[in-house]
């Protein structure tokens, strides 16, 4: 075996979910969100991130490392799991970061998400944005929507990823997955394509540019169900940013076609469970007419989350109302619900609410 398998059999045996390997350091290893390094290991040299590096990366990988600086792969191992791997260089040497997705896709339920996700990923067209910082849980959340729709409906999904990291076998759907750089140029060039393909379904794995977030409005414009994410913290955020991709005099045909196509919006943050392990705190976004007319008029955009916050009746929820549920639930500590909420203010008189003065209880919910 390989000595970078070991050491990502390693990261399986002890449930981590990354592993970091730097010159001048023993690797490093993430799990339930704390990063750890490995003092016990021996200090990387660079000679041994190069070579390690090089132990999993193909020709045309390598060319394009050595072109522009960084790189990113997915990574087999059987018997073992699969793997998302960035490699980049800093001061001079490689680095490498690499992240375990896992080969199968939960429920919604098991995952933790709220079950307005399976109200969302039944939409027949439309488009549906996950969101959330690196390591939210986005790409888990996308894999379990596409199996979902994998098992429950027929028709054609074609994925458009960067790289190809959950592969999905044919179910009731067949399922095409297009990765950057491997199938196809540019997401530009697949999506410019991909309508063509006669698809049900269009998971683009990020949208990252103006050309990106236009062919995926489009797309969604004419019928497709169109998945994919952006790295934005919340719904209203998600909404300004997928504005501010196109040039001032086209906000207001922007702000129209996202009224017109949007479905829904579910934004992440995972949090450490009480006992071990993450939970992820999901706040929902899901079309009705208030949340369009706020859409389309820039004076009323800000008043999103306050429909939010009182569209429970149609499954909406915001990341405060998440992190109260999560926390009645015995499921994260005070400290952790006070620390993420989005307004720590109005969180406390929530928690008041409950019979809890913040800062008395450090623990799990009060009984």
Excluded: W
Excluded at 232 to 241: K, Q, S, W
Excluded at 290 to 319: K, L, S, V
């Amino acid at each position: 075996m390989a000595e970078i398998d070991v050491l990502l059999k390693m990261v399986i045996d002890r449930g981590c979910s990354d592993l970091h390997l730097k010159a001048g350091g023993p690797p490093a290893t993430r799990k339930d969100g704390r990063l750890t390094i490995e003092r016990g290991l021996p200090v990387l040299t660079a000679q041994d991130t190069a070579r390690l590096v090089s132990e999993i990366v193909d020709s045309r990988r390598r060319q394009q490392f050595e072109a522009g600086g960084d790189v990113d792969f997915a990574y087999s191992l059987d018997g073992i799991g699969r793997f998302r791997v960035n490699a980049f260089r800093q001061m001079g040497t490689v680095a490498v970061a690499i992240r375990h997705v896992s080969s199968c896709c939960d429920d919604f339920a098991s995952l933790g998400l709220p079950p307005v996700i399976e109200k969302l990923a039944n939409e027949p067209r439309g488009l549906v944005l996950v969101t959330g910082t690196a390591g939210s849980g986005k790409t888990t959340t996308l894999a379990a929507m596409i199996d979902y729709i994998n098992k429950t409906r027929d028709g054609h999904i074609v994925t458009i990823e960067d790289p190809i990291e959950v592969m999905h076998a044919d179910a009731r759907c067949i399922v095409n997955q297009r990765e950057i750089g491997e199938d196809v140029g540019t997401y530009g060039d697949a999506l410019r394509h991909v309508v063509r393909q006669d698809p049900d379904v269009i998971l683009i794995g990020e949208m990252r540019d103006h050309e990106t977030v236009s062919a995926a409005l489009s797309a969604a414009e004419i019928g497709n169900l169109v998945l994919s994410t952006l790295h934005t913290i919340d719904a209203t955020e998600t909404i300004h940013r997928i504005i501010d991709f196109f040039p001032t005099h086209q906000h207001q045909q922007v702000r129209l076609m996202l009224a017109s196509t949007l479905r829904g919006i579910i934004s992440l943050r995972l949090l450490p469970a009480v006992g071990g392990g993450l939970v992820p705190a999901a706040e929902a976004l899901v079309m009705t007419g208030t949340i369009r007319e706020y859409i389309i008029d820039p004076e009323q955009t800000h008043r999103i989350r306050d429909a939010m916050g009182e569209g429970d009746y149609y499954g909406m929820r915001t990341f405060d109302q998440a992190l109260l549920a999560l926390y009645r639930e015995g499921r994260i500590t005070l400290a952790d619900a006070m620390s993420t909420a989005a307004n720590s203010h109005d969180f406390s008189i929530k928690v008041r609410a409950l019979g809890v003065v913040p800062g008395a209880v450090s623990g799990s919910a009060a009984r």
